[in-house]
């Protein structure tokens, strides 16, 4: 074998791998999505909305890998095809992971999880859902035409039950409120679509006239806790010093402190981390455009939805509860354990290159 096809092969391989990697994310998402509806699981909810930023850059990452193929062995027949479909199921991964996000966003609304005749359904349609994605995502990897033809074939049984579905949603008593709000729901996510879609057109714009990328998203993360004065002021500070350039961090309390934990502020001292700007602030001091910007509201002790029991849709809630208390005096374990939890939190939102 040549340096050529040596070449050839391995980057070949490469794509192969990473199309592989990027389909187990998105069964993964949708998995757990439905996971999440069924079980009432808000947690594994805003957790597979914020796991869907790995997916966006395995995304971007492949396909900068096939133009990358397309400069350097300027393929043809066989290989010109299977770039352009790899191009196309990229796109479509994508949006299937944006699909898990609404499922999981539309989940973490619900106060319990679809019951009765409804629920069974669901679990229905999401097993056949599922089954057809799996076999989608094993013909394409394995280039299997005979497995990808007969696995199209379930799409018209997933459609009819579906209609089936529709059919008895509209018997009830409810039956035109029910069908008016299934119509507005329509209109509105088509139009969302419609959105993201024009969005994207704008970039390719930009870039064709520029060669200007399109800028890692910058996320906007609120640190709450009971009274403002240390551990989510902690949070605060070490994000701001950690990730400056991945994130806008805010940090408040229910019933903000009478000052700012003083064994709290020198421990940041000696590490050399920044908080001149700290403020004590108490959560109703922030309008409801400050809570609705945030992408994510992270609570150091209980429960977010003990502190905002209505969450913005889009915005997603985690539960750290801190082990280690300030009042223990022990800055340092309560230092480690917060910077751990940061450094996880950025490197799933931005990757390993987070900063």
């Known amino acids: 074998m040549s340096h050529l096809e040596e070449r050839l092969k391995r980057d070949l391989d490469q794509v192969h791998d990473r199309v592989a990697k990027m ?15 069924q079980t009432g699981d808000h947690e594994l909810a ?17 396909d900068r890998v096939c133009h990358s193929f397309f400069a350097v062995h300027i393929p043809s027949g ?20 944006d699909y898990a996000v609404t499922i999981a966003r539309e989940a973490a609304q619900l106060s319990e999880p679809p019951s ?14 599922m089954l057809m994605l799996s076999k ?23 459609e009819h039950n579906l209609d089936t579905v529709y059919s008895e949603m509209m018997i009830n008593d409810q039956r035109d409120r029910v069908k008016e709000i299934l119509a507005i729901f329509v209109v509105f996510t088509q139009l969302k679509r419609v959105s993201d ?20 998203k910058v996320f906007k993360i609120l640190f709450i806790d009971e009274d403002n004065g240390c551990l989510s002021q902690m949070a605060e500070a070490i994000a ?24 709290m502020t020198a421990h940041l001292d000696a590490k050399g981390i920044d908080h001149k700007d ?30 905002l029991p209505a969450l913005p849709f889009h915005s997603s809630a985690l539960n750290w509860d801190i082990t280690q208390e300030c009042g223990s005096g022990d800055f340092e374990v309560v230092y480690s354990e917060i910077s751990s939890r940061v450094k996880d939190l950025m490197k799933l939102l931005r990757g390993e290159g987070a900063g």
Request: include cysteine; hydrophobic fraction near 40%; charged fraction near 25%.
């Open 197 to 216: 879609q024009a969005k994207n057109l704008c970039e390719d714009t930009v870039f064709a006239v520029t060669g200007e990328q399109k800028q890692p």
């Open 240 to 263: 701001r010093h950690l990730y400056p350039k991945s994130g806008i961090y805010l940090s408040a309390g229910r019933i903000p402190a009478s000052s700012l934990d003083s064994g």
């Open 46 to 62: 805003y957790l597979t909305v914020l796991k869907d930023n790995p997916i966006n850059r395995c995304m971007r990452e492949i």
């Open 136 to 158: 989608a995502i094993t013909a394409f990897g394995n280039l299997d035409a005979e497995m990808a033809k007969n696995t199209m074939a379930l799409a018209d049984e997933l």
């Open 278 to 307: 700290a403020s004590l602030t108490a959560l109703s001091q922030l309008s409801e455009h400050d809570i609705f910007e945030q992408h994510v509201v992270v609570s150091l002790q209980g429960k977010t939805a003990d502190y």
């Open 116 to 129: 009765g005749a409804l629920g069974e359904e669901l679990d229905r349609i999401a097993d056949e859902t």
């Open 78 to 97: 066989g290989h010109l095809r299977l770039l352009s479909s790899v191009i196309r199921v990229n796109i479509e991964l994508e949006r299937i992971g």
């Open 23 to 37: 389909g187990e994310q998105v069964q993964d998402a949708v998995k757990n999505a439905v996971q999440a509806l």
